[in-house]
Structures are given as structure tokens and as C-alpha cells.
């Protein structure tokens, strides 16, 4: 964390000697800000999130949710986000935390609700009201941008006292949350608004970090009339604890304290977003299963406004293996950082042994985009596994089987078997004769870290005859597993093609496209750009079963982004390659 001071003259001045600017100078009372202690792995914490927010809607302006994930039920498991930070256990030692959910107001003592700043949830509300109705010596206010380019937060931090404080010295902390995680939790039912389609939860107010520390950076004149601001700045991470830190889901949060206990007031900062470019978008996400039995996709995109400019229209391309590519033309009205989810009509298209689902974006607002390299997204997904009619499960719960159950339905989504609350540590074995078609097997985890392996070695086993359909154990609170019963037999289990690389990448002259065949196939290249366009269409006959090598060569190629694909007998593969002159 870098702090610069804005500027060092108008720092703890007397009202007279600054001109104000956004901080609000008339007495006020306190705005609220409730620290909630919670975890992923609390039953009654979703009850917690609720009230909170209930709060916080009664009265919107002037409350500050700050959720602080630390403790044993905040640890993850396999499969499961980290939430925690490294300022969770000093704030829950400091409160005297003796359960979970707990939360305090103000970080202030509430006679007659609990002897220490940490009450149960049933207590929030009533010490919310309370100190809505405190006089507060000092306004708080903040104003934060966020660099698209750059990732850096900067916050301007403006604190007026209307009062004198008791403490002749008090603390600024600036915190920056998370919205909108997606992770598992249990007890999820408490809080139903809260529980995504898939079934995951949206973990809200999620504390990453503190810009100011610990405790905060401290104010050194708190008399009345006194003035104080200063500027702090944060290149914001990729990822914290493994999890993706996503722009647009950041908020910002100041509140002033007499030291490191009883918070005076605080205040959400006002959030904007710049970007050195007007126009600029890119498909952030695109999402397809993991397994598809049908030769048609559907495919959902979100796209995200990186410009200036409020992105009111874009072209969407996309493609499946290679395939003539589609064009989506969106239109709507998306500010800077935000993003929107498009479902692209129906792929239709053959099935290799691997595909690729690719995605670019053009022309937004109808203008040239001229950050072209982050225009393009492609992601995987695999066909569907044949089987016979005869199909059998055999699961083994974990040391927590009452929290295992599956679901397995047939090619009209109608659920035709189903089990659940299982022993520990037992073994079930289920036979199923299935009609032709496409079925879905579902297997969940209430506490959402899966049946392996934090836990005991659970798993599960879908076969047909002496073929494995699909195993395993690892996941958080649900996998779901596609089966075609009565398809042909042996796509998913051909493996020609068993290596691929390209080198050096990026490349100014000449790649070498390196890859293997297990056996002898027939074998093309192609090269496309990000719009879709072949470039280079290379057949190269009948090779034999070995190493081989083809040169790419830059002649003919701008510089930017290029897919190279490799067909083998009906497979492809494609990688990813720079041109860089």
C-alpha cells in the first residue's frame, strides 16, 4: 500500500483556512457500520447476511456492511473459496467473538445486549437504531476512482468535525470489499436471495483489504472546526487467496474511530471508473457445459465495457471448431467496467474429440476498438460420454454421508432416480436401465466441499458395461455429468493427437508448430485471426504415426492475436499465438 498526502497544508486545519469540497459540515448523526464475523462453512451465518441487509435497506445512506470471513467455519476445504484476509483475527480478537454469526456496531458497548462490542445477530438491529440516534462529532466522506489500465485505486478521504472527539487522536481505516463472489455456504436456505441458479451462494460486503492498515492511519487534530483529507492509493491484485479480485464488484468503505475501538461514523465512498480509451470492450466470460451430448450450443457471453463511454452497441462473434462464424449485434447501454451477460442463439456443429467454443467482439459503439488483444475468448468442452443401456452408480460417502445426495434424469429432464443421506463412510450401489438418449447425472454436497478428500475419501463411479463413464469426489456443492445412452461409441476415447506447442510465443519471423500422433491420421492446419478469418488453410496428407513439425510463418499477418488449429482425423485442437514485429 503507497499513501500520498493530497496536500500537506490543508491537513488538520481549522474550517477557515481549507475550501471544502464534498465532505457534508453540519452536524449529523452517526452512520452505522456493522463489522459482521462470519464464514463459509457457518449454518446460521446466512441468517446473519439477511438481518444485515435488512438493515442496511431500511436505511441505505447511512449504513456500511463490512463482512469479516475468519475463524474455523471461514477455513476452506477442497473446492472452496478463501475468503479470509490477514486482518480477520486481530478484528474478531479484539471483539471477544464467542460464536458465529456475531457483529458489532460501532465497535461500541450496548448495555443490557452484550458485555463486549460482539452481540448474536438478534442484536443488531436494536444497536443499529441506537446509533442512528448518537450524535457524531465528525463527517466522514470519500470519493474513489479505479484505473481500468493500471488497476489502481485511488481514494480521497475527507473527515470534518462538527464536534470535538473524546480522544484527542483518532483512526481512519479505508477498506476495500467484494460483491458478488460466487462460493459455496452452508445453511444457504437461511438467506434464499442469496442462492445463485446453479445453487452456489453470492457472498456480499466480502473485506479484501485495508488500505490504511490494521487500525487505520491516524488524525491527529479532532477538535471542532478541524479539517482533515488525504489521498491513498492501491494497485489492486489480480487475485487475493487464489480468488479472482473482479473491478466491477468493488466498493469502498471509510469509517473514523477513537482509537482502535468505538467507531464515530463512516460513510461508502462514491466509486468511478476510468479508462484511458473511449471505446473498448472485450468478452470477459463465456460459459458452456462442461459436457454436451447434442450437436447445438448454447452458449451464454459476458461482455464488459472497458471505454469511457457508455457501450451502447457491439458485434459479437463466435464459432464452434472452427466452424463459419456467427454474429451476435448487441446493443444496450453498459457503463465503464460493467458488465452484461448476452445468450448467443443456437451452434450447431459437429463433434470432435475436444472442442472449442471462440468468442471475439468488434466495433464497439461502431467504432474501431484499439486495445484489440484482449478482443477474443475461447473456452472447452467435451462431448458427452456413450454409454449402453445397462448403467450402474457405485458411491462412497465421505464422513459426513448425510450430506451426500444425486439426482439422475432422463432425456425429458424428468428426474427418474434419485438418493441422498447416506451413512459415513458407506458404500451404495445403484443399477439403472436407461432409455436411449441423453441423461444427466447430478451429485450435491449440502456443505459444499464435495465427498474427497478433506473429509474422508468419498467418490463416486458411473459405468456402463466395463466402460467408466465418469468418477470422481473432488468439487465443491454440486457436479453434473452428461451420458448419452445408445450414442456411438468411442469418440471420447480416441487420442490421436497427443501433444501439441507452438514456439516461441509471441514470434516476430517464424513458430514451429510442434505435435504427435499416436497413429497414422489424415492432418490439416489452419490459422485464423480474431474475427474469425482463415488465414492459412494447410493440408498436409496422410502422416505417420510420430513427431512432427510444421513452420508458421509471420509473412502476411499483423501483429496481434492468432488461433492455430490442428485437425487430426476429425480432432482438433487449437492454441493461442501472439505476432509480436
Not at 471544502?20 to 462453512?41: C, D, K, P
Not at 447445438?296 to 471448431?321: C, P
Not at 471420447?492 to 516476430?508: A, K, Q, V
Request: proline residues 4%; negative net charge; aromatic residues 8%.
Amino acid at each position: 500500500m503507497k499513501r500520498t498526502i493530497l496536500v500537506s497544508a490543508m491537513t488538520c486545519f481549522g474550517v477557515a483556512a481549507f475550501a471544502q469540497t464534498f465532505v457534508s459540515t453540519t452536524a449529523e448523526n452517526r452512520n452505522v457500520v456493522l463489522e459482521e464475523f462470519t464464514g463459509i462453512n457457518c449454518q446460521y451465518c446466512p441468517d446473519g447476511h439477511k438481518i444485515a441487509n435488512q438493515i442496511k435497506a431500511g436505511n441505505p445512506s447511512n449504513v456500511v456492511l463490512v463482512n469479516v470471513h475468519v475463524g474455523g467455519y471461514a477455513t476452506p476445504s477442497a473446492g472452496q473459496i478463501d475468503l479470509r484476509t490477514n486482518f480477520g483475527t486481530a478484528l474478531d480478537n479484539q471483539a471477544a467473538v464467542e460464536g458465529y454469526p456475531a457483529g458489532t456496531v460501532n465497535r461500541h458497548v450496548f448495555p443490557g445486549l452484550a458485555t463486549g462490542t460482539a452481540m448474536g445477530r438478534g442484536d443488531w438491529n436494536n444497536a443499529a437504531n441506537q446509533t442512528l440516534n448518537m450524535a457524531s462529532p465528525v463527517n466522514v466522506a470519500a470519493r474513489a476512482t479505479i484505473d481500468l489500465t493500471t488497476r489502481v485505486l485511488t481514494v480521497v478521504v475527507e473527515a470534518y468535525y462538527t464536534g470535538t472527539s473524546s480522544a484527542s487522536t483518532n483512526k481512519l481505516t479505508v477498506a476495500l470489499l467484494q460483491n458478488n463472489i460466487e462460493g459455496t455456504q452452508s445453511g444457504a436456505s437461511l438467506n434464499p436471495t442469496a442462492i445463485l441458479p446453479n445453487g452456489n451462494y453470492n457472498h456480499m460486503h466480502a473485506l479484501r483489504h485495508f488500505l490504511t492498515g490494521q487500525w487505520g492511519a491516524t488524525i491527529s487534530n479532532t477538535s471542532t472546526g478541524s479539517f482533515f483529507t488525504e489521498t491513498y492509493t492501491y494497485e489492486i491484485p489480480a487475485a487475493i487467496r487464489s480468488l479472482p479480485v473482479l473491478l466491477p464488484d468493488l466498493e469502498v468503505a471509510v469509517y473514523v474511530a477513537e482509537g482502535n475501538q468505538e467507531i464515530l461514523s463512516g460513510n461508502m465512498a462514491e466509486l468511478t471508473f476510468i479508462s484511458p480509451n473511449a471505446v473498448d470492450a472485450l468478452p470477459f466470460e463465456a460459459i458452456v457445459p462442461d459436457y454436451l451430448c447434442d450437436n447445438e450450443l448454447n452458449a451464454t457471453v459476458k461482455i464488459q465495457n472497458m471505454g469511457s463511454q457508455t457501450l451502447t452497441s457491439l458485434d459479437v462473434l463466435y464459432s464452434v471448431n472452427g466452424g463459419p462464424a456467427g454474429t451476435y449485434n448487441w446493443t444496450g447501454s453498459l457503463p465503464t467496467a460493467s458488465i452484461a451477460s448476452i445468450d448467443l442463439p443456437a451452434i450447431s456443429f459437429t463433434h470432435f474429440e475436444e472442442n472449442t467454443l471462440w468468442v471475439a467482439t468488434q466495433n464497439p459503439n461502431g467504432q474501431f476498438d484499439p486495445i484489440s488483444a484482449n478482443d477474443i475468448v475461447m473456452v472447452d468442452f467435451l462431448p458427452a460420454r456413450n454409454s449402453g443401456n445397462q448403467v450402474t452408480l457405485t458411491l462412497t460417502t465421505d464422513n459426513y454421508g448425510s450430506e451426500t445426495s444425486w439426482l439422475l434424469k432422463d432425456p425429458s429432464g424428468s428426474t427418474i432416480a434419485s438418493g441422498g443421506s447416506y451413512g459415513n463412510n458407506a458404500t451404495v450401489t445403484e443399477n439403472f436401465t436407461l432409455q436411449n438418449g441423453c441423461h444427466e447425472f447430478i451429485i450435491n454436497d449440502e456443505f459444499g466441499d464435495g465427498i474427497c478428500c478433506g473429509y474422508g475419501n468419498g467418490s463416486y463411479t458411473l459405468t456402463s458395461g466395463a466402460q467408466t463413464l465418469y468418477d470422481g469426489g473432488q468439487f465443491a456443492a454440486q457436479e453434473v455429468r452428461l451420458f448419452n445412452v445408445g450414442g456411438v461409441a468411442g469418440l471420447e476415447d480416441m487420442e490421436i493427437l497427443t501433444g501439441l506447442s507452438i514456439y516461441p510465443n509471441p514470434f516476430t519471423d517464424n513458430a514451429t508448430l510442434r505435435f504427435e500422433l499416436a497413429e497414422d491420421a489424415q492432418v490439416a492446419i489452419s490459422v485464423r485471426n480474431v474475427l474469425g478469418q482463415t488465414l492459412v488453410d494447410r493440408q498436409l496428407g496422410h502422416l505417420s504415426a510420430g513427431t512432427h513439425s510444421q513452420q508458421i510463418a509471420s509473412n502476411g499477418l499483423a501483429p496481434g492475436i492468432y488461433m492455430v488449429s490442428l485437425l487430426v482425423d476429425g480432432q482438433q485442437r487449437t492454441v493461442r499465438v501472439s505476432v509480436s514485429k
